[in-house]
């Protein structure tokens, strides 16, 4: 298995970026995080899992390896595959998705990872046990739903997804409440 890589940066697309590792450029597939760490023509390392299929051999990368780790957690769930759970990392934070699985709040998830009901009641049955001792019991799902209504205000006011988790990231732990959380996510978005 590959397991980590390192090398120059040399095309970022969308949804993956090329690694040049000593003459070998590496096609990974990365969530818009992991991309969004990741600049052209400088030299990166990236924790990577092999995907063997049938007919194709697909590499996943990722920032760090706990973030692997909760990919390989989720690809581990029947019905989930890489590029699902890729899809799932990239809407939510580890820490998040870690949260409301452990405290089993599916609403969380079909809200901001946009999976079905029956998946997300799927991922809880089969993940809680093993991340509830990973997870803090005081920001239970009442901060989880916070979170997913000030994303969902933001994408109301016609900000993408992507845009209101990124700007949400930003807004400083110490600003509590949705309005002022909302306010302030604003103010970061109008400086982007």
């Not at 390392?45 to 957690?73: H, I, K, M, N, P």
């Not at 580890?94 to 699985?101: D, H, S, T």
């Amino acid at each position: 298995m590959i397991s980590r890589l390192s090398g120059t940066v040399i095309d970022i697309s969308d949804k993956f970026a090329v690694l040049d590792v000593h003459g070998v450029g590496y096609k990974i597939a990365c969530s818009p995080d992991t991309l969004a760490s990741l600049r052209l023509d400088e030299l990166a390392s990236v924790y990577t899992y092999l995907a063997v299929r049938e007919d194709a051999l697909d590499l996943y990368g990722f920032t760090s390896d706990e973030d692997r780790g909760f990919f390989e957690l989720l690809i581990s769930v029947s019905g989930i595959g890489p590029r699902s759970a890729l899809g799932i990392l990239g809407i939510a934070s580890v820490e998040n998705l870690k949260q409301a699985i452990g405290t089993g709040d599916t609403g969380y998830l079909t809200k901001v990872s946009g999976i079905g009901r029956k998946t997300a009641e799927k991922i809880v049955l089969e993940l809680r046990d093993k991340l509830r001792a990973h997870v803090s019991m005081k920001e239970g799902p009442s901060t989880l739903r916070a979170e997913s209504d000030v994303v969902e205000a933001l994408k109301s006011l016609g900000y993408s997804q992507n845009d209101a988790r990124d700007a949400l990231k930003e807004v400083p732990a110490d600003i509590t409440g949705t309005n002022a959380r909302i306010k302030e996510a604003l103010k970061i978005l109008g400086q982007k």
